[in-house]
């Protein structure tokens, strides 16, 4: 069975950083894409970063030069390495995923249960 856990999730004051992991475990033939995605509360969830197994990359604009998604291919993992936080960054981060499993042949697309991240003094 695959699944995506995620950690580094906690509360930080406004201008600090925190840096978000998500490895994905199971089996697993390969994985295409990866990405974070947050959700404020009484919001929708919304795109943070993306990233190919290529390593293109791509962001919500909101994030743009604050923010860097980066993977570990030979890890399983995606990072999201965030700096001069502000408090409309807090929400609930998910780790997503497209994954071929083993078991299934297919691609199928996987969410992590999620990490609190609030910024506040």
């Known amino acids: 069975q695959v699944q995506l856990v995620e950690s580094g999730g906690g509360v930080v004051q406004p201008g600090g950083f925190l840096r978000l992991s998500c490895a994905a475990s199971?089996?697993?033939?390969?994985?295409?894409?990866m990405g974070w995605y947050r959700q404020a509360p009484g919001k929708q969830r919304e795109l943070v970063a993306t990233?190919?197994?290529?390593?293109?990359?791509n962001y919500n604009d909101s994030v743009k030069g604050r923010f860097t998604i980066s993977r570990d291919n030979a890890k399983n993992t995606v990072y999201l390495q965030m700096n001069s936080l502000k408090p409309e960054d807090t929400a609930v981060y998910y780790c997503n995923a497209d994954i071929v499993a083993t078991k299934t042949m297919m691609r199928a697309e996987y969410w992590g249960q999620g990490t609190q991240v609030t910024v506040s003094s």
């Open positions: 199971g089996s697993i033939v390969g994985i295409l894409g």
């Open positions: 990233i190919t197994s290529g390593g293109s990359t």
